[in-house]
């Protein structure tokens, strides 16, 4: 059973178009988050939702809107793509809080805007 | 300053050897401190966990932590060459705020 699901794996694109990643986990967490890491691996969080609710929106360009259907789904919208949106983009989730810190990763979505 | 700082790499090791992990940061709120591996074109899976100063051993794995000096560790014995990967230190306060260091690329040779 795959804990946290990413669709496409890999999505290769022009630049000034609009696609949409989504992320499903079946861990029964609270919380789930959207994660880049550009090609010097450097893994910077985008987005973090608590119970369908936006509670961390670091400064990413308005172009990204997540969205979350319900706790298990975190879909990322992007909109007109430029070619420094090329990265991996990783989904996440966790507990909220205390002892079960823990946050588990998707597989990855490898975006290439040409 | 960057919030958390890590030495980039590569390390090249020879099998079996002691391998050494380090991360610094500035935060001193941050209360929760991680050790993921990264295998290449994939996401990265947790191998330590760690609340506030102390050490944790798992295996071969042993976490440090040094909140005074705000300095984690992560000592790998007996390395493998399936240990090659790049290891990411991540912390975080509240259970959230997660920050994550740039990783260390690890070879061990065999």
């Known amino acids: 059973d795959t804990a946290v699901s990413q669709t496409p794996k890999y999505l290769v694109t022009q630049m000034g178009n609009d696609k949409s990643i989504k992320c499903e986990q079946n861990?029964?967490?609270?919380?789930m988050y959207w994660y880049k890491q550009d090609s010097k691996k450097f893994l910077k969080i985008m987005f973090s939702?608590?119970?369908?609710?936006?509670?961390i929106n670091e400064t990413v360009p308005n172009r990204f809107s997540p969205k979350s259907p319900d706790k298990a789904h975190l879909n990322l919208h992007i909109n007109s793509l430029e070619l420094g949106d090329s990265a991996v983009y990783f989904c996440?989730?966790?507990?909220?809080?205390?002892?079960?810190?823990?946050?588990?990763f998707g597989p990855g979505t490898r975006l290439t805007v040409l | 300053q960057k919030e958390v700082e890590q030495d980039p790499g590569p390390l090249s090791v020879p099998e079996g050897a002691i391998v050494s992990l380090n991360c610094t940061y500035s935060?001193?709120?941050?209360?929760?401190f991680m050790w993921y591996r990264q295998y290449s074109r994939k996401g990265p899976e947790l191998l330590m966990y760690?609340?506030?100063?102390g050490n944790k051993e798992d295996g071969r794995f042993t976490a440090q932590v040094d909140k005074s000096s705000k300095y984690i560790s992560l000592f790998i014995r007996d390395s493998q060459p399936s240990d090659s990967a790049t290891y990411l230190c991540?912390?975080?306060?509240?259970?959230?705020?997660?920050?994550f260091g740039p990783g260390t690329r690890l070879s061990v040779l065999p």
């Open positions: 991540a912390m975080s306060y509240y259970g959230q705020n997660f920050v």
């Open positions: 861990l029964g967490h609270d919380t």
């Open positions: 760690t609340y506030s100063s």
């Open positions: 996440a989730s966790s507990l909220p809080g205390g002892s079960d810190n823990e946050q588990f």
């Open positions: 935060n001193s709120a941050f209360q929760y």
């Open positions: 939702y608590n119970n369908k609710e936006l509670i």
